[in-house]
């Protein structure tokens, strides 16, 4: 794999250095600084003509920032005679305004991905986007990796009695299934109602949870508001316990006091953010060998769906 170079940003240092780890490629040398102003300057210290190269960068919190980061050093990439540049985006920020859903109002995934290929990106890799149909923004190929493969194992060593797979809401239904259909488990849904941004109510369990061990799957765990509130709502209903897996820890404003002091038995996340603050509740799985492995693939041109077909 000598014909490739691994960089990363600044987002996330730890996870790109596990995934340097895993695939025995150190990280290539890039310089990273702020004018006095607070504007990104980077200058890339070693010769890129003619490789194939791969950026790790999540555009995580600050998001204009790191994605100013981002598409800049892509351009430093670019203009260096890069063969191709696969930006490996772990969390893919503003995804959640995937659509006009009242007037006059942004659709900032998709201007993301312009901002993306207009940089110079040729491929995109990424995991567990908010809404799977911002593939189609991109004219590039895009990969779009199932976190929820992270959690089996996990969930299977918890050797809950009775376990049940639910969707937080109607729109992590298609998510769940997968993880429900991996694990051979029954689902449910919550259904909720949002009022406004980052507030969310519970108003109805679609299916029986009586007696059962809940493990909800979703994408992202946000101000944890709608999480804790199903929590409390499923076991109302009669569940045992309540766990849930969200591959994206953003984990915002109340986020860790919500988790603590709420109904929710354990938080289970990955590490595609960097993780703020510990917690008796929250245990973090690494995505390192799991993006270790597509990077690998993507450079020997082999199949990446093949590391998620289920039977």
Do not use: W
Not at 128 to 144: E, K, R, T, W
Not at 216 to 224: C, F, L, Q, W
């Amino acid at each position: 794999m000598t014909g490739y170079m691994l960089f990363s940003g600044t987002a996330n240092k730890e996870l790109a250095n596990e995934v340097s780890k895993y695939l025995d490629q150190p990280l290539s040398l890039a310089k990273v600084t702020r004018f006095s102003d607070g504007e990104i300057n980077i200058k890339i210290k070693e010769s890129v003509r003619g490789k194939d190269v791969f950026i790790i960068q999540p555009t995580s919190a600050p998001a204009n920032a790191n994605l100013m980061e981002l598409l800049i050093m892509v351009d430093a990439l670019k203009r260096s005679s890069a063969k191709s540049i696969t930006a490996v985006v772990p969390y893919y920020g503003y995804a959640r305004q995937d659509r006009k859903a009242e007037p006059r109002v942004p659709i900032s995934a998709k201007l993301v991905a312009n901002l993306m290929e207009t940089a110079g990106i040729t491929r995109l890799v990424t995991v567990d986007l908010h809404a799977s149909q911002i593939q189609g923004f991109f004219d590039i190929p895009v990969d779009n990796l199932y976190g929820a493969i992270l959690f089996n194992d996990y969930v299977k060593s918890k050797n809950l009695k009775n376990p049940i797979v639910a969707s937080p809401d109607i729109g992590g239904v298609a998510r769940a299934r997968y993880f429900a259909k991996t694990m051979g488990l029954d689902m449910v849904i919550v259904d909720k109602r949002r009022e406004k941004a980052n507030e969310s109510e519970v108003m109805n369990v679609i299916g029986d949870v009586s007696g059962k061990d809940v493990i909800m799957i979703d994408d992202m765990v946000d101000t944890a508001g709608t999480m804790v509130k199903a929590a409390s709502a499923l076991k109302k209903l009669g569940a045992t316990s309540v766990m849930a897996c969200c591959t994206h820890p953003v984990l915002s404003g109340p986020a860790y006091d919500r988790i603590e002091n709420g109904e929710l038995d354990e938080l289970i996340i990955t590490n595609t953010l960097p993780i703020k603050q510990s917690s008796s509740k929250i245990k973090v799985l690494s995505t390192a060998k799991m993006l270790g492995e597509v990077i690998r693939r993507v450079y020997n041109n082999e199949s990446v769906n093949s590391l998620f077909e289920t039977n």
